[in-house]
Each structure stands twice: as C-alpha cells, then as structure tokens.
C-alpha cells in the first residue's frame, strides 16, 4: 500500500503542476467524448494505451468488459452507459477485450466456478459468445481463448444496442460503436469491421468501425 501513497504524493509534488491548468478546466465539468468499456484486469489500462488524458475517457471496467442486455432492474453498468450517451452524449463507444482474459478463459475452458458463485452468474452474460464459442473447432486451447474473447466483445456489442439510449442514439447516427481486442504482448489491437463481422489490425484500418456506416457519418 506504501507504494501506492508514494505514488500519490508524487504525482501530486510533479504531475500535478504540469496539468493543473487542465485539472482547473476540469474542476467543474467533463466531456467525454468517448464510452470505454474494458476488463477490470490490471493489464490493460484504456487511458494508457490510447494516450489520453484526465477528461477524455468514460470508463467502465469489469470482469470481461461485459454489458449486460437492457432490463427491468438495471445495474450499474447499465446506468453507467446511460448516464454516458444520453447525459454526456458520448459520440463513440468502445467494448475492449484483451489477450489471456481470465474470465474469457474461464469460460472457454469450462472451469469449475462454484467457489466463486458472483463470478459465474456475472458470467452469464457472456452465454450467446459461450455456445458461438463451444460449436467452433479450435485449432489449440490458446486459440479458443483467443476466440471465446472476440465472440464475447461482438456479444456485449449486440447487448449494449438493447439499452434504450444506445439504440436512440445508433438511430439518430450520433454515436458509433467500436470492437476492440488488445493483445498484452504485443501491444496491438485488433478492431472489429461491422461489414465483414471479422477483425482487423487497427494499425492497417484505423477508420474500421463495429457499426456500419448510415445517415451519412463518416467511418
Ligand atoms: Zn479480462
């Protein structure tokens, strides 16, 4: 934990200084322009990896960067992407996974959950990319992680278009959602393209998009 205070007090003795002009804009409102939602794992950090500062990101983190369907008792992954697109009217959302997801594993490995009995209903809501998943044929158990997390980031992309905001705002044409996967080891993403359903280096296609292009927005 010391660590962590020492942290603290140096980024408020040398990194504070350097943005507080930044932080003073910041003192009384934000506006994101982008929804990130990304697994809680220690690895992937949304503000590092895009380069971004204090202010640019909304996130939400959690086990599997899931997005449950839209429903009758909302929690706070749903209140949170709503309080993103109808109050901050973010213009894009972004549905991260990552390479080696303990989460995703656990699923694609059918591991025993019983002794971590919120994990495995949290899960849940990964089943649509669960039975994609279990029907493929994998050529190695690396493999059929690695795909059990691109399913799962196309499927919480089909949830998060159930949450009323979301789809109003699809219809609308002002807000784009994106697919992505990111790769621990080396660095790179791979970002899915809605018109052929399959990912692509986002180096090689930076304008690739989850949502197909309509009302004219450009991709
Ligand atoms: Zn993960």
Not at 4 to 10: A, M, N, R, T, V
Not at 22 to 33: G, V
Not at 42 to 66: C, H, K, Y
Not at 94 to 106: E, F, L, R
């Amino acid at each position: 934990m010391q660590d962590l205070i020492d942290g603290f007090l140096k980024f408020q003795r040398e990194e504070f200084p350097k943005r507080s002009e930044l932080f003073k804009r910041l003192a009384t409102r934000q506006n994101p322009r982008t929804l990130f939602i990304a697994c809680s794992d220690s690895r992937v950090v949304p503000e590092l990896l895009t380069q971004r500062e204090p202010g640019d990101l909304f996130v939400i983190r959690n086990a599997g960067n899931v997005v449950p369907s839209y429903g009758t008792q909302p929690g706070g992954v749903s209140a949170s992407v709503e309080y993103a697109v109808a109050g901050l009217g973010v213009a894009d959302v972004v549905i991260c996974g990552h390479s080696d997801c303990g989460a995703m594993t656990a699923i694609a490995t059918c591991q025993c959950l019983d002794h971590m009995p919120a994990v495995a209903g949290w899960l849940r809501h990964c089943d649509a990319a669960k039975s994609i998943n279990e029907a493929r044929e994998h050529a190695s158990p690396r493999a059929r992680v690695d795909s059990m997390v691109r399913e799962n980031v196309i499927a919480q992309l089909a949830n998060i278009k159930t949450h009323p905001s979301v789809a109003l705002a699809l219809e609308q044409g002002r807000l784009q959602l994106h697919g992505w996967v990111y790769d621990i080891e080396t660095g790179s993403i791979a970002a899915l393209d809605g018109t052929t359903n399959h990912f692509v280096a986002l180096a090689d296609h930076p304008h690739v998009c989850a949502t197909p292009t309509r009302h004219g927005i450009a991709a």
